[in-house]
């Protein structure tokens, strides 16, 4: 078996006297992936190289990962940069998230497609490297949209071996992918329907079923869902360590005994924080009896600040957080906490103490918070969860639904959570959790595993 | 027959001395349908009172018209803003078009519920005034997105008359009607699904069938395509008139004997404004050879200049301008013109003038501009069309299609047509002069008419 994602299990740092220390890679995927993989002798990784410092660990030989077999693509760095910031930070995230300013963006310039043919070159070395390194028959499974277009390069390079695609974001619409070039619509529907197409939930498998039958091309694709929840043990550890309970405490004398709807998410356009803080807002207007009764903790950490619409909308997110302290604050109460530190026991203290969990994003993949906070949480915490979100297919039933672009009924969604009864909490609280167990990894990996054939392209 | 519109066939003026002077109303609408409807004693038109003045001549019993019937509503002023200002075009115009930046806008909260309500209070007054002026039987045309609710409420007031609805914007996708409230998107479909739906084209016709479609309602609705050309012999006296030859002598004192490329617009983000001049100056970068021999005469009426992103859009679309102006221009060689005066006769002189005409909106309900063009046009132009306007359907064979997201590609579109030889200009200004007069109003109208029905909703 072969794995196939853009970021690795480990990244290197270059010590002074030319040595190598691996550390533990970053994102969802990795944290998903690595804790399968490890310890299996028939399964190689393959993955970029993050910079200097791996691309330098590469050329020393030194990427050795105890347990795992790892290959990491030393790649041509302004290739990889255009490959990773521009096409799919910039364009591929914002149109499978609906999140372009259409009047604006995306400006498909003759620098954009200059990116869009690194994109193709990084993609095609991914597949050169997967070409060489697997057996006849090997099974190989191909992750996310940084890494679209592999399947397809597979299905001329290496016909015998079976491939899966699995994409970790939400499908965009037929409008929102008719906003890129007709040759990237054309490449990326040849790919994802030359091997079978995996997404997390069915609300993202129809999406990409309409994009295909509103390209004429409605029936062929093999595109399925299966998902999987949070590593409840690895969880289990931070939540039990010392860094959360002093987290905790400090959250605990920062809000005293108040009720707590709590957020925690990267800094992201599509996690839809303003919105939530204007349903907190209209809350706190229109029931009058929350004020002093509750405050709302967002745990944010920063995400890709070297794009100005992400500093932006920090900015956006802190004026309106400021504004509403400023309008309702009195006293003690402080009623929203913001904290923007990349803490993660800090979240899970967050979590853990929440009366209310706030998930409304626009649009979502998965969101394995959702999952999550259920988990963790210690005082039967009600989830108000976006129907945008995948995660909302697996938990519907035991969470309050959220329209995430209407705030008044977000705002009502709310009012509900911090008003619903103990017995019906508990009940919801059973079947938060019961679902968040009900998908582990390693199943979400065999399927894919199963699913996978040769990669073979229409034409 | 009763027409009913949001705004109608005349504005008044009052004078000092309580005198009311009628002026022709405002309008891409009141245009196709006052000829048709002027002189025709069987119909009965109802709209608006737009302002105070109107407001002042419904009180004083002041609306009469010349050989035809009208009716205008005095609406509550502040009841009317939320109506059209905010619902019906920062709301329903950016969903249709979808130009909603979706990580900012729209935000639902209990403002903008309470435009809604004042939405459906001016759509239930016209939906009254229509019922109280109906003969039994009578057929009523109800027109655009201002009034999407009436069919739905003549249903319930008169289900003895004929009703039609027409849509002169596009329709949005699924995702992007997703984004309104559940209980509007509610009412609206089942108002649209009261009476037969008309758009200009199928393209809005199977946007409009897969949103239903999407809500589990695809196979019941009445839905439909007709549409109308330009008023060929108004178009031809504007065209024979002085203000034109003035514009035109003045036009061509600054462009001189260059090949020009003409936009004639309204400033507005659906446009496409800033992506045509980025497409110029990509044509100008990498084919050196059109240096000074060709300008952009951009012909733009400032639109809904009281919102601020209009106006910054209004900002970006200058910037642009000025700084590919900086870069390019030399001698007496200006490479784009803009001319944001609101003046009819000048956009006729551009278009009359015009080398190749630039129509690339992100999306359009149809787009005159693209038809009136060729009926003015005294040199062959060749027409670059954006595939997202409804008048693509109409024109796609004799036009060169524009992807208005991709800037290479509408710098390609360009230069070919530019460098189109002069047999194959001559032929599709026939094409595009042909398809343009092909599509009369009076048989739009008998069309609408020919379709209603008694509306009925699915409870």
Known sequence: MIVVSHRGPVSFQRADDGTFTARRGAGGVVSA???????????????????????????????????LAVELLALDPETHRLHYDVISNQILWFCFHGLFDSAREPVFDAALHEAWDAYRAINRAFAEAVAATAAPG????????????????LAELRPDVAVTHFTHTPFGSPSELAMLPDAVTAEIFASLTAAPAGFHTEHWVHAFRLCLHERG???????????????????????????????????????????????????????????????????????????????????????????????????????????????FGRGDWEPVVVDTRDDFPRSVAALQRADVLLVNPVRDGLNLVAMEGPLLNERDAVLCLSREAGAFDLLREHA???????????????????????????ARAIGLRTAALAHPADRWLDDLVHRARPARTAD
Do not use: H
Not at 258 to 268: A, N, Y
């Open 400 to 426: 309050v639904e959220v329209q995430p672009f209407d705030v008044s009924q977000t705002a009502a969604a709310l009012d509900a959570a911090l008003a619903m009864d103990t017995d019906e909490r508990a």
């Open 33 to 67: 992936l690595d804790p399968l993989l490890r310890g299996r002798d028939d399964a190689t990784w393959i993955a970029a190289a993050i910079g200097d410092d791996d691309r330098a660990a590469v050329q020393a030989d030194a990427v050795s990962v105890p347990g």
């Open 217 to 327: 091309n409605g029936d062929g694709a093999d595109a399925f869902a299966t998902t999987f929840g949070p590593d409840a043990p690895s969880l289990r550890d931070v939540a039990g360590g010392d860094a959360a309970a002093t987290a905790g405490a400090s959250l605990a004398e920062r809000v005293g005994d108040r009720r707590c709807i709590v957020r925690t998410d990267r800094l992201e356009l599509s996690k839809n924080i303003v919105r939530g803080f204007l349903a907190f807002e209209e809350l706190l207007t229109t029931r009058p009896a929350w004020r002093e009764q509750v405050s709302f903790v967002a745990m944010l950490n920063p995400s890709r600040e070297s794009l100005a619409t992400y500093r932006d909308y920090r900015s956006e997110v802190e004026t309106v957080a400021a504004r509403i302290n400023d309008r």
């Open 138 to 153: 090997d099974v190989v499974l191909v992750q996310d949209l940084q890494l679209l277009l592999v399947a397809g390069y």
